[in-house]
């Protein structure tokens, strides 16, 4: 896929949806952590995910490659399906069992900075500027500064060091999947989707079996917990994910992970009655500067096409 990466209002549209959507998640998946263990919570929720996108696919003919693939470009889809699910799930569960929930966030938010770098050797029209590299440190600072003092807080834990590179690890690996996503062929949204989560779960339901063992029956309240994670961030959330990267490339994509804490923060004190930090307007102030000045390009095409619009 060689063609610049075209970002319209409906790839800003997704992207905040997927921040909204991510960002709640983590209220949830504390709800299914009280019943489930950590790998099989992954494997259960990128599964029941798998069936519902296979029912999808099946109904529109399993149509994937819009020609036939070369053997690289199979080798590259299976290699996404591991690093978009699987694996970072695995790291990252593992990993925040000794490190703090801050150093875990920030973590995830160095996705972008990963993904910066890499596109721009890797990605036709994603070339590292000036203002793209200031926009990421500056949107990386607000993240860092909403999270506070427990972003780079130690825990004292003896496997504290693996457990953040773990982390660390799991924010790498979503950037290079997302480059390697963009450089598939011509491929279908929706069957793409559903092999990267087919994939994933042929990765992560052995993985859970011989780190956790059989799993235990969930009770009702579980289930509709579980189900909830595979239909809306998971299923549906990585159907979007697909459309933004094929669309407006990986580095648009990265964006998700600066919005995804200031979305928890909020959902938390709407929802839970948590406080909301004092350093949240600056954060936000800081993160959607990063944000702007990031984009400058993009958004001075998206509203200079709106405005020539008006005026033909």
């Not at 003092?149 to 004292?156: D, K, L, M």
Request: include cysteine; proline fraction near 6%; glycine fraction near 10%.
């Amino acid at each position: 896929m060689k063609q610049t990466p075209e970002i319209t209002y409906k790839s800003w549209l997704m992207i905040v949806t997927l921040a909204f959507v991510w960002g709640g998640t983590f209220m949830v998946t504390e709800v299914a952590l009280t019943g489930m263990t950590p790998f099989w919570l992954a494997a259960a929720r990128i599964g029941f995910a798998a069936v519902v996108m296979l029912v999808i696919w099946a109904a529109r003919g399993l149509v994937l490659f819009h020609t036939p693939p070369s053997g690289p470009a199979r080798v590259t889809l299976v290699v996404v399906s591991g690093l978009s699910g699987a694996l970072p799930f695995a790291l990252l569960a593992w990993g925040q069992l000794h490190v703090t929930s801050g150093f875990a966030g920030v973590s995830m938010a160095s996705t972008a900075l990963i993904i910066l770098p890499l596109a721009h050797f890797l990605v036709p029209g994603e070339r590292m500027t000036w203002r793209r590299i200031l926009g990421f440190l500056i949107g990386f600072c607000g993240v860092a500064i909403l999270i506070g003092g427990q972003a780079f807080a130690s825990t004292g834990g003896n496997l504290e060091t693996l457990g953040r590179m773990a982390c660390i690890g799991a924010a790498g690996c979503y950037a290079l999947s997302s480059i390697l996503m963009r450089r598939l062929p011509a491929v279908d949204a929706i069957g793409l989707s559903t092999i990267l989560l087919v994939l994933g779960s042929a990765f992560s339901i052995p993985l859970a079996l011989i780190l956790e063992g059989p799993p235990q029956m969930p009770t009702p309240q579980i289930l509709l917990v579980l189900v909830f994670l595979g239909l809306v961030p998971t299923a549906a959330a990585n159907f979007l994910r697909v459309l933004v990267v094929r669309s407006a490339g990986p580095v648009f994509m990265s964006l998700v992970n600066y919005q995804v804490p200031v979305w928890s923060v909020v959902l938390g004190a709407l929802i839970l009655s948590e406080p909301l930090p004092p350093s949240l307007l600056y954060a936000m102030a800081l993160i959607l500067a990063g944000l702007a000045l990031s984009q400058y390009g993009a958004l001075r095409r998206l509203f200079g096409k709106r405005h020539q619009g008006k005026n033909a």
